[in-house]
């Protein structure tokens, strides 16, 4: 199964703020790559699948690209309510691994 | 609208099993894969589980393979997670999610709590 890494681990912005959050995979996994944010009590909510497209009702200040190896997950104007825990997923035919999560404190 | 809601967590003492459901509604159950999915405590998302929408292949984590078994009844719309010797760092929220083309987890359960004790 194939590792993936995310960093940084934890990251602290204002409101209005441009941030992103890499993640790295250690195989080749082609494009299916998740990304989902989690709230602590809640259920995780998908934002970003197959590495770029917008899950349907997710603001578009969540944005989602590839290059290489590396997967990043960009939020273009931090808002309050995106103070959370994000995490990459792997999503092939038979892996579906998570990294280890980034959390973002506003 | 769309729901998945687990079922059967508490405390149970290791070595011991205990069998989790999620019922699901508002979509054509036989047309979805489901996962489980979990966090232990301070600790992040560790996928655990799939099963395809007809039951006909199963995945497992190297850290339940062996001991997890997953399965899906149709009449009931309820995918169970049968969980066996149970070891204390098997403690943790345990959520199950809807499986959606290209895969990805869509809908999720609220999560239940699974306490294993020594």
């Known amino acids: 199964d194939s590792q993936m890494t995310q960093s940084p681990s934890s990251l602290s912005a204002s409101v209005g703020d441009r941030v992103s959050i890499t993640c790295r995979a250690d195989l080749t996994i082609s494009n299916f790559l998740n990304w989902y944010q989690h709230k602590p009590g809640k259920a995780p909510t998908l934002l970003i699948y197959a590495t770029s497209s917008l899950e349907s009702g997710v603001p578009s200040r969540f944005s989602g690209s590839r290059s290489g190896t590396d997967f990043t997950l960009t939020i273009s104007g931090l808002q309050p309510e995106d103070s959370a825990t994000y995490y990459c997923q792997e999503s092939s035919s038979t892996s579906f691994t998570f990294g280890p999560g980034t959390k973002v404190d506003i | 609208q769309v729901q998945l809601v687990e079922s059967g967590g508490g405390v149970v003492q290791a070595g011991r099993s205990l069998t989790l459901s999620c019922a699901v509604s508002?979509?054509?159950?036989?047309?979805?894969?489901i996962h489980w999915v979990r966090q232990a405590p301070g600790k992040g998302l560790e996928w655990v589980s799939f099963?395809?929408?007809?039951?006909?292949?199963?995945f497992y984590a190297e850290s339940v393979q062996g001991r997890f078994t997953i399965s899906r009844d149709s009449s009931k719309n309820t995918v169970y997670l049968q969980m066996n010797s149970l070891r204390v760092d098997d403690t943790a929220v345990y959520y199950c999610?809807?499986?959606?083309?290209?895969?990805?987890?869509?809908?999720w359960g609220q999560g239940i709590l699974v306490t294993v004790s020594s």
């Open positions: 099963i395809w929408y007809d039951g006909s292949n199963k």
């Open positions: 999610a809807r499986d959606k083309e290209p895969t990805r987890l869509d809908y």
């Open positions: 508002g979509f054509p159950f036989n047309n979805y894969g």
